[in-house]
Every structure is written in structure tokens, then in C-alpha cells.
């Protein structure tokens, strides 16, 4: 998506530790007239598909995943990295290694909201290591329901994130995948 | 919002301590259908307001607050509840008491996107006790911004955080005042 690579350029950071800074429009300011037309984009991509819930992982993908899911008409299901005191009852639980974080935490889902035969579109704004999807697809799985595809804000290409979530046989769609980025050199796409 | 009455006696559930739970539409599954309803509401509520931002708290606000601003066209900022690796640069900070999670935490949003001058609206799913709103009102006063309103989705008025917040001077617009509310007897509004 071309308008997001130049937004990525035009906005984006590169911090310590090759960690990439959006958090002017996606991930702690969100640029909500623009994650229309990314959400546009991914309804564009995935409106073939039979799409019963949008999945994600708060908190940065909560925006993103409600942007997205009035385009399909469909609630969003946000999996949440503790228990709370106000989810009552059975979870479906995963373990999710954070690199941004750099801690493991628990993600977990009600077993009221992802029933058996659910089509499950999940969106998240980053793709790196791929930890977060890969734990949101054990969600999916144990609940027997069936990921249609992942649509994806921005994934680091030159992490193995997005060949381990690939090689599971899930659709991937990332609308900017960078290739490389260092404050050097800046960032490049695929 | 009768329509929101309407759905939180139909779906809403009180669990043990007096904790009304509707994560099935508010803030676990999202029903986004219904919550851009609750956000044309409060453009109907604030649209005479000049609004530059607004103002959530991470997580179950992000939704909200992300399927409202999009009728303002201005962006969204959450404030985090924890500070991370990504994001740098000086943060504005304050306090908050959680009723629902029985800790306190510290929220902060970067100094890069609150400035002197800035209107901001602040979204929440819910006002009970006031403190997420107190500590929001905080950061937008370090700030030097002004605070021109909250939308609240759900209030628990038989708290005191309705008054605490509104003594402030703020506008306060909440769609659903809950009056009373127990197991025994179920849920009356204002």
C-alpha cells in the first residue's frame, strides 16, 4: 500500500534497538482517517472470504481491528495479555514471547466468543517474530474455529516472523513489508 | 441512549462484586456495528465543539474512541499503562486507583502529541469511581491542553465518581447512568 510506505518514510522512526516508531499514527496516537483507508484496503483484500469475527491483541491492535471490521460488519474479539477480575468463567489461553517487550506473557480469549466453525480474520499493526500471531492461531485452534488470513499494518520482512506465520499455510496480508531499516541507511520495502 | 439500555439489560450480566460485565460488546468482543451508533452519538453530543484529539485509555477505550473520532476526522491517543521500550522522549504521567483490577498504575502519553492549546475530548467505556478520568484530566493539564468534554459509555451512578469528575467543571455525557444494580434485583438506570 503504496500511501502507507510513504507515511512509514514521511513518519515514521527508527529508535535504539532497531525498533521501528509509528506511535505518531498507529500505535499510541492513531491517525484514525488514515486507519479508515487501511481498513478499507484489508476489507478490499479479504471481502471474498466468508468472515464471521476480527481477532486481535490489545492493546495497539484494538483501533486497527474496529477500523477494519465495520467495512465486514463483524465485532472484533480483542485477546487480553492478563486475567482480569471482569472476565468471568473458561479461557483459551496461549503463551506469547514479546520482543518489543522483551517479557512472555499470557494471552487469553472467553470461550463464549470463539465458538467451533468461527471464520476468524485477524489483524494486528505489527508483524516481526511473529509470536503474537502465532499465539492468536492457538486460540483460534483450540477453539476449533479456522483463521481465514491475517491482515497485517506493518511487517519486518527481514524478520522470520512472517515465514514461520506463512509456512502454517495461513493468508498473510501485510501492507508494507520492509526489507531492511537502520539510522543509517533508512527504511526500505519489498 | 435508550438503544444502549436497551443492550446492556438484554446483554449485560452483573457478576460477583458488583461488577457489571459486557465484555460481549464493549470490552472484550466489540460489537462495532452498535458502538459506531455509540460514537455518532457523541459526535451528536460534541460536534459544536472544536475538537482537536482524542483521549483514551488503553485498552477497552481504544475502540470506542477509534469508531468516534472518525466522525470528528481527528486522530485518536491512548494513554498507556505501563511504560515500554517504544516509546521515547519525555512522558507526561500520572496515577490512576483501578476499582476493576485493585492496583494502581501510572498512564502516560508522550509530550510529542498533547500541546498548550490542544481541545481535547476524552472517551471511555466507563466512569465509576472517576480516577481513569481524573488521571486523564491530569496529563491534559500538564499539558497546558484544555479538556472540552468526556463521553462516557457507561456510567455507574451510584458511584462517586459522576460527581467527582463533574465538580471539576467538565462536561460530562454519559449514555447509560446505571441507577442501581445487583444480582437480586438486576440493573436500573437514571
Known sequence: ???????????????????LKVDSFVNHQIDVNFMCEVGREFY????????????????????IAC?????????????????????????????VESFTHQKTYDIIVSKSFLHPGDRVLIIDDFLA????????????????????GAGIVIEKA??????????TGLRVESLARIKSMSVENGITFM
Open 67 to 95: 477500523l477494519t471490521a465495520q467495512y465486514f460488519h463483524v465485532p472484533v474479539l480483542f485477546a487480553k495479555k492478563t486475567q482480569t477480575c471482569n472476565i468471568f468463567g473458561d479461557v483459551y489461553r496461549s503463551k
Open 158 to 167: 527481514f524478520q522470520d516472523g512472517g515465514k514461520r506465520v506463512r509456512d
Open 1 to 19: 500500500m503504496k500511501r502507507l510506505e510513504d507515511k512509514i518514510l514521511k513518519d515514521g522512526k527508527i529508535g535504539e534497538g532497531n525498533v
Open 129 to 148: 517474530k511473529g509470536n503474537a500471531l502465532l499465539g492468536l492461531l492457538d486460540l483460534i485452534h483450540a477453539a476449533g474455529a479456522r483463521a481465514v
Open 44 to 63: 478490499r483484500l479479504f471481502q471474498n472470504e466468508k468472515i464471521d469475527k476480527i481477532l486481535t491483541i490489545e492493546a495497539s491492535g484494538i483501533g
